[in-house]
């Protein structure tokens, strides 16, 4: 059995007047599936019997790439702000990006772009119900938007931040693709572009070149490009506005660098959310109405899911609500055909901030994979991350917020009454690591039968600590500085004098894993962290207590590194007995990866991660 979204009202957020209904759903758009979100006002509730109803619609065309990522949270936060001035507003993910079906190596990625952005269009038109359409277009969308909206009609077209040239794009993911510390030592010869884990090939990066922004003819009434206040006013794109004829204003905001970069560090840009939401309402109240308040109700729409191939094999996509408070939502992935009872339910937990789609896109097509070989999975977004929405902005965002362990066990009772499976996976990178760990330490639930721990950082975590402050920092370095041990270059570098650390900086390092290793020996004196009713952060740092509790409780414990990431080095240094004891039982197993970072942003790792965890679930698993 399987349950869809269909309309989730949520609290509203501290500084809102009033709540917003936010759909999930799916359009169709040249034959395929983009994933989307309608952010609705509180008029458009069920039961409401206001008579002003939304006759303006909004579009959202969103970044392309990382940047889509790392906006995801601000572009949410202009969507409910449009909603809260009864502006009726669609964001959707572009064909092969997001949730949306299709993959970032597919044929004809700037014609499908394209019709997305028409194909949503049309739908608010004959959907919505609204007489008057705005489209919002932020970075490379706006690019986009502009190009696609020669063919249809619209009243008012922003630009926010826009990338007025395609060469200039292609030429700034170049360069980070070019910085990225796994680039591949073979010369790549299809043009193919891969840039903080997010792709594009040799075909695309050609079709993209090719455009700019000042050789587009938008079909709209106004232009309002809202610029970046860190970079000098693009006159020539506002004077080829006024050469077509079109009104064109232009404003500058602050906030767009805090808005892209990563999504632990980034920030709500509320000055130019404000300001387009201000000048967009304005520009729709001067539109005539076409019809009485009282003369049309238009229902809320629902949610609906997608079908789609991976591996040759049929499955669907389904959004889902999990729980109205705290609000939890996540994205079902599932064999067409029933999926086996004797199969484990695997949930697969937020990555630092990153909303439930991963790091370069990998929770998404790891989900689609596991659904393949007949597996449901569930991408989940911890309450105050992604579309899981917090009471208040103050419980936005934090990677490691104590409550995900209430999450993880509401999920677990949803998984269990939705399909009646005996059996969970949990799974996660990072802080998802750690969150799948401290509760197969933890909890006291049966059905939690094995933790996929993937590149883990730390083991341990209380309130209060944070990403700059947290002890395993010192570990991680020391296992850097280990490492270079074995590299005769760094040898050289350090009796030549150019090292950072300097001899005594290495003899330092020496003594503090030495420490360490006696710090450890002592550590079994202590007691041990327990098991209670209420989980949360452990009570102490005691890696090897955790493992224990993990392996009385029957929970396998399987870990994946890259090579170069540090969790192995951390795990062996705190608890490194109690590991060893642990493989002899069959109860703690290792896998390692070589040429990938702590994130898999090279596509070619990526996929030997998913390879690599197919293979251990289908052994596992499978009779």
Known sequence: MTTAVEDIPLASDSDCTRSVLRTPLYLQSRGRSIFGWLHQPDSMMPGNDQTEKPRHGVVVCLPLGFEQLHAHRGIRHLCDRLAQNNLLTLRFDWDGTGDSTGEDTDA??????LENVRDSVRWMKEHSGCDHISVIGVRAGALLASLALENIEIDNLILWAPISSGRSFVRELSVIDMMSETRPTEVVTDGSIEAAGFRITGETAAELSKIALTKTKPNCRRVFIAGRDDAPPDTKLSDHFVSLGTPVEQQTFPGISELLIEPHKGEIPAQAIHGIADWLTHQASLNEPVYGGNETRRDVVRGTGARLIEAGVCIREIPCRI????????????????????????IVLNSGSSYRIGPGRMNVEMTRRFASQGFRSLRLDFCGLGDSIAATTAMENDSYASSVFRDIEITLEWVRKQFGVRRVVLMGLCSGAYASFQSAAQFRDPALVECVLINPLTYYWCDGMTLENAPTLELIREHYYMNSAFQPSKWLKLLSGRSSIGFAGAFRLARQRLQSLLRNKKRRSRPENVQSAHVCHPTCDDLAADLKNAAAANRQVSMFFSTTDPGYSILTCKAGAQARRMVRRQQLSFTFLDDADHTFSRHS?????IESLCRHLTKRYSK
């Open 605 to 609: 790792a990526r996929n030997r991660l």
């Open 108 to 113: 004809e990625r700037l014609s499908h772009w």
């Open 323 to 346: 729980s109205d408070e705290p609000n939890l939502f996540g994205i079902l992935s599932e064999p067409e055909s029933t999926a086996s009872d004797d199969l484990p339910f695997i």
